[in-house]
């Protein structure tokens, strides 16, 4: 079995320290999951200002990625917006309990809001093994892809987080 909590929460704009504060009320009682998922850009809503609002692979929003996956024995998933060889990605980070960290960046970007002017498109699809589950995460436009996501490399799970316009 596979236990998995999705986390749908009205974020608050633009505002990391707020999102981090309220996701952690969400998820601090949750007990018995296997896998915590966030939603898209989930320290700051889906923004186009990645210069003021980027992090990196090592900043705040994944080491309490990695301090909540320790503290709940579960893998935490979810992207950010991250720089990166003076490049833009929403990178998808998948924590294990140990700290242990898989990423993935967002194939196909989301041209109706212009994110493809402002990110870095990834080319490398991940495979987590977790549980004797393989997993595919993905994150949200790649849903429109499906000849991205075709099971040709035999995963279990295929997984989206995603960060939907009102």
Not at 135 to 142: A, E, F, G, K, R
Request: net charge negative; glycine share 4%.
């Amino acid at each position: 079995d596979l236990r998995i909590c999705a986390v749908q929460a009205d974020l608050v704009w633009e505002n990391k320290t707020k999102n981090l504060e309220l996701l952690y009320a969400l998820v601090k009682d949750i007990e018995d999951t296997d896998v915590i998922v966030l939603p898209e850009m989930f320290a700051t809503g889906f923004t186009m200002n990645a210069k003021e609002f980027a992090s990196t692979a090592s900043g705040v929003e994944v080491l309490w990625m990695q301090k909540l996956a320790a503290e709940k024995n579960s893998c935490v998933v979810g992207s950010l917006i991250i720089s990166e060889d003076d490049k833009f990605y929403n990178r998808l980070f998948w924590v294990m309990p140990n700290g242990v960290i898989w990423t993935y960046n967002k194939r196909h970007l989301f041209s109706l809001a212009g994110e493809e002017k402002v990110f870095t498109a990834g080319n490398e699809q991940l495979i987590v093994e977790y549980k004797s589950w393989r997993i595919m995460p993905l994150v949200c436009y790649d849903l429109r892809f499906p000849v991205w996501s075709r099971n040709n490399v035999n995963y279990d799970l295929l997984l989206y987080v995603a960060n939907w316009p009102e």
